[in-house]
């Protein structure tokens, strides 16, 4: 007697721990939001389906993701009922397909249960401090400039400039350059991220000094120096996604890397194994 497919996906859930992202309280107890043809669909199952096509619909407006969830959770309880009707899941093909799925299930329950989720705001918080600590402080400048053609346009800036115009008004009205539009404004920088010249005129300005003209293979520059200051480290909040990404890869290379080791792979294709071997893939073990 052969499962069809909607009995089946019910037992690999099951057998997956009942769910791999949780919100609040037990599949059963959750929120129905639709049903179709007598089967809910509930809010346990939108955090499922936002879980695996989360990606796939950040293009799309907030406040129509969830319906766009719902819909494709709907399409996806019309076709797997269409399919339990035509028994599509019945004979050698079906079988090995649902039981595909049902590996893929349990592959991804593992990797949340045992490394994603292993990974805490602590951990991250240790990471953070760590690398803060191997940081060292250097110097940034904040600087606004005017790009023009020649020295003759750049020493009339300089003169403007003195007769007490806006060094802004006078980037937004002569730059040639992008920041003109922002005032010639090139926020805060580290020694050495500008083209020689201007980074070494502009390290050596007092706050609040202009520059002589300054030619570079862009042009020629007038710099006004705004700010100048130590660098601080990024704040916990900005860097946190990242240093949750960089040690769910390390955990999860090093789970793989045990599981490898311990299992006996063999790879039967000899093709294939050549290949990996190539690729200094290890191909099969008598662990």
Same mark, same amino acid.
Do not use: C
């Given at each position: 007697?052969?499962?069809?497919?909607?009995?089946?996906?019910?037992?690999?859930?099951?057998?997956?721990?009942?769910?791999?992202?949780?919100?609040?309280?037990?599949?059963?107890?959750?929120?129905?939001?639709?049903?179709?043809?007598?089967?809910?669909?509930?809010?346990?199952?939108?955090?499922?389906?936002?879980?695996?096509?989360?990606?796939?619909i950040?293009?799309?407006?907030?406040?129509?993701?969830?319906?766009?969830?719902?819909m494709?959770?709907?399409?996806?309880?019309?076709?797997?009922?269409?399919?339990?009707?035509?028994?599509?899941?019945?004979?050698?093909?079906?079988?090995?397909?649902?039981?595909?799925?049902?590996?893929?299930?349990?592959?991804?329950l593992?990797?949340?249960?045992?490394?994603?989720?292993?990974?805490?705001?602590?951990?991250?918080?240790?990471?953070?401090?760590?690398?803060?600590?191997?940081?060292?402080?250097? $110097?940034?400048? +904040?600087?606004?400039h005017?790009?023009?053609?020649?020295? *003759? !346009?750049?020493?009339?800036?300089? =003169?403007?400039? #003195?007769?007490g115009?806006?060094?802004?008004?006078?980037?937004?009205?002569?730059?040639?350059?992008?920041?003109?539009?922002?005032?010639?404004?090139?926020?805060?920088?580290?020694?050495g991220?500008?083209?020689?010249?201007?980074?070494?005129?502009?390290?050596?300005?007092?706050?609040?000094?202009?520059?002589?003209?300054?030619?570079?293979?862009?042009?020629?520059?007038?710099?006004?120096?705004?700010?100048?200051?130590?660098?601080?480290?990024?704040?916990?909040?900005?860097?946190?996604?990242?240093?949750?990404?960089?040690?769910?890869?390390?955990?999860?290379?090093?789970?793989? $890397?045990?599981? +490898?080791?311990?299992?006996?792979?063999?790879?039967?294709? *000899? !093709?294939?194994?050549?290949?990996? =071997?190539?690729a #200094?893939?290890?191909?099969?073990?008598?662990?």
């Amino acid at each position: 007697m052969r499962m069809s497919p909607l009995k089946l996906l019910q037992t690999i859930i099951a057998a997956a721990g009942v769910a791999m992202v949780m919100n609040s309280g037990a599949f059963a107890q959750s929120k129905v939001v639709a049903t179709v043809n007598g089967q809910e669909i509930t809010e346990q199952d939108i955090e499922f389906a936002r879980a695996e096509i989360g990606e796939q619909i950040a293009s799309i407006p907030p406040d129509q993701r969830r319906g766009n969830i719902l819909m494709y959770l709907i399409e996806n309880q019309l076709l797997a009922e269409a399919s339990e009707t035509e028994k599509l899941s019945e004979g050698p093909d079906g079988e090995k397909l649902m039981k595909y799925y049902r590996r893929r299930a349990m592959h991804d329950l593992y990797y949340q249960r045992k490394i994603r989720d292993t990974i805490d705001d602590a951990a991250l918080k240790k990471l953070y401090e760590t690398e803060v600590a191997k940081l060292k402080p250097r $110097t940034e400048v +904040r600087a606004r400039h005017i790009l023009v053609k020649t020295e *003759a !346009d750049a020493r009339d800036i300089i =003169e403007r400039l #003195g007769r007490g115009s806006d060094f802004a008004e006078l980037a937004q009205e002569k730059s040639t350059g992008p920041s003109g539009a922002q005032g010639g404004d090139l926020g805060y920088f580290p020694k050495g991220q500008m083209v020689p010249k201007f980074d070494e005129a502009v390290f050596k300005l007092k706050k609040g000094e202009t520059s002589e003209p300054i030619k570079t293979q862009f042009g020629w520059h007038v710099i006004k120096l705004e700010d100048k200051r130590q660098s601080k480290p990024p704040a916990f909040d900005k860097v946190k996604d990242n240093l949750r990404a960089g040690l769910v890869r390390q955990k999860a290379v090093a789970v793989i $890397t045990n599981l +490898r080791n311990a299992a006996k792979i063999e790879i039967l294709d *000899a !093709d294939v194994k050549k290949a990996l =071997e190539a690729a #200094g893939q290890r191909g099969s073990s008598s662990q």
